[in-house]
């Protein structure tokens, strides 16, 4: 008699970046939508989000497996006019660690006890800038039974079609005869040098100056700019000395952000004032425990 593969049990999992609320006095916004790393010398120096889990040996991991479930989801993408997931070795890692550990615990779960958060299983394991991360675990029997019985799953669908998601990482861990899986998805976003994250928001502080109908305003150089962006993302927080050190001669911004070309609301309406003449950028790229994965932090002066 022909057994027919069942769906065991499937969860799953789907977030957006974490926003910071401001914690001080100065004009402070989160970021409203993290990409790229720092140069060298205006990276922030900041304590790691969660530690490396160990690399189980490969041979607990069924990699063909992992190639048939990315060619199905990208077929079934493709059918929904969704683009296709690319494949990184980062995720790939984050999710057979976990498939690990779901086997070793006989169970499915997002996150065990002393497991870090799936944000900071990503940031350990990837140098992506993930805006979005989602994921989907299921026990089954093949990846042809997994793909179907998840994409019966309206949850686990909207994961695997998510046209947001244009990264993944695939992890597979067999277990007798049943296979457990993790998809671990994210929308990955361009990475940005600081001279071009300011390069981008002094457009947007022209572009919302056009707006306003007011002139441009002239920009300025300002050497402890960068150092006032960095000193937030070391301590995780838009409100700083040196930020206050600033404010005492400027109006002041601060903001973190994930879309360097566009200015959050409230801060392009202060852009806009008429009594403005000149405007001068710091900014610096961090990973933090509030973004494991990462976003630019910027101090924005005008006068």
Known sequence: MNRVPRLLLALLLSMAAATVQPATRLMAFPAEGPAGAG???????????????????????????????????????????????????????????????????????????????????????????????????????????????LMLSAPHRRNLLNPAYNVVGLGVVRSGDRLYIVQDFGSALPKYSPAEVKQYVAAAVNEARRQARQPNLRRREWLGADDAACSMAQVDKLGTTSALKLAESFNVLTYTSLHPQTLPARAARVVAGRSLRSFSIGACYGRTETYPTGVYWVVLSLD
């Open 39 to 149: 140069e060298p010398d205006q990276q922030a120096r900041l304590k790691t989000a969660a530690a490396k889990a160990p690399n189980p040996s490969s041979k607990d991991y069924d990699f063909q497996t992992e190639e048939q479930l990315l060619d199905l989801a990208n077929q079934s993408r493709q059918q929904a006019g969704a683009p296709p997931l690319t494949i990184d070795s980062g995720l790939s890692q984050a999710a057979r660690i976990h498939a690990q550990a779901m086997r070793e615990a006989r169970q499915l779960s997002h996150q065990f006890d002393g497991e870090p958060s799936l944000p900071a299983r990503l940031a350990a394991t990837t140098q992506l800038q993930l805006e979005q991360e989602g994921e989907n675990v299921a026990l089954d029997f093949d990846a042809e039974h997994g793909h179907e019985h």
